[in-house]
């Protein structure tokens, strides 16, 4: 079945600094949504992308979409203490069972 | 108040013990989806309805069982609860087969 593989497990960064997770499919995917989860909450959706080498901003994050289709990016620019959680992707395949999950990156950041 | 609303939020429970989880929603969506969170593991699908007559088995099904009462409502039952279903439960619902998915607040489930 479809594999969704997602990088790192956890990222410690400064704050200020950038951060980037990463997400690999075992197969084409039709498209990719992102979710954020702070900590003791939900994951709240984010972004979903859908053509090939497709990129969206929302202020400091910049979502990609690979032009395999296969792999996509979150990079979020001089994070800032709100960014704290787990973000992650999840990926569409076709048919009907819907969205497959990457395990997610856990995202600290340190004053 | 929330539109995906589940209860209990937290519950501990004995094994062998039968266990309901419930999820109600007022955003009038036609999918509904169960979803299981552990450490390291991500969400993982139990099943999902995309409406009153449809049930579906997702990836880690085994141990559990649903119902959908209603358009609205849907409900997560461990028949006899064992520790390693301990865990955090998300109800989710969409409008779309690949849309956006709302989530509820989560059940925590201890199993001891």
């Known amino acids: 079945g479809q594999q969704v593989m997602q990088i790192p497990q956890y990222q410690h960064v400064q704050e200020g600094e950038d951060f980037t997770t990463y997400c690999n499919s075992s197969?084409?995917?039709?498209?990719i949504q992102w979710y954020k989860q702070r900590p003791g909450g939900h994951p709240v959706f984010l972004i979903q992308l859908v053509k090939s080498g497709e990129v969206k901003k929302q202020k400091r994050l910049t979502f990609q979409f690979g032009e395999a289709k296969k792999n996509s990016s979150l990079h979020i620019t001089a994070t800032q203490t709100t960014d704290v959680g787990t973000y992650f992707c999840a990926g569409y395949e076709g048919g009907a069972d819907g969205l497959t999950f990457g395990k997610g990156t856990h995202l600290i950041i340190q004053p | 108040d929330a539109d995906v609303t589940q209860t209990p939020r937290n519950r501990i429970t004995k094994t062998g013990k039968r266990i309901m989880l419930e999820c109600s929603q007022t955003k009038g969506h036609d999918r509904m989806y169960w979803y299981r969170q552990d450490p390291g593991l991500g969400l993982r699908l139990i099943y999902y309805?995309?409406?009153?007559?449809?049930?579906n088995k997702g990836e880690i099904s085994d141990g559990y069982s649903v119902s959908r009462q209603a358009q609205a409502k849907f409900s997560l039952s461990l028949e006899s609860a064992i520790p390693n279903q301990t865990a955090l439960y998300f109800c989710a619902t969409s409008d779309l087969l690949v849309g956006e998915l709302f989530f509820g607040e989560g059940s925590r489930l201890t199993v001891l």
């Open positions: 309805s995309f409406d009153v007559k449809d049930i």
């Open positions: 197969t084409t995917l039709s498209n």
